[in-house]
């Protein structure tokens, strides 16, 4: 019997690595209507400028 926290919530260490890896993800991907948002600026940005 394993003891430990992660032993309580992933069934292995694999497991564990692919829902971290899952919720990083989760987290750094940008908002689509943020970025959404900024790439319409620097498109105005840039046709202000020609």
């Given at each position: 019997m394993h003891t430990g926290t992660a032993s309580n919530y992933f069934a292995n260490r694999t497991d564990m690595l692919a829902q971290v890896m899952r919720r990083t993800r989760e987290r750094l991907t940008p908002d689509p209507?943020?970025?959404a948002g900024t790439?319409?600026?620097d498109r105005r940005m840039r046709w202000s400028e020609l």
């Open positions: 209507a943020e970025l790439l319409d600026a």
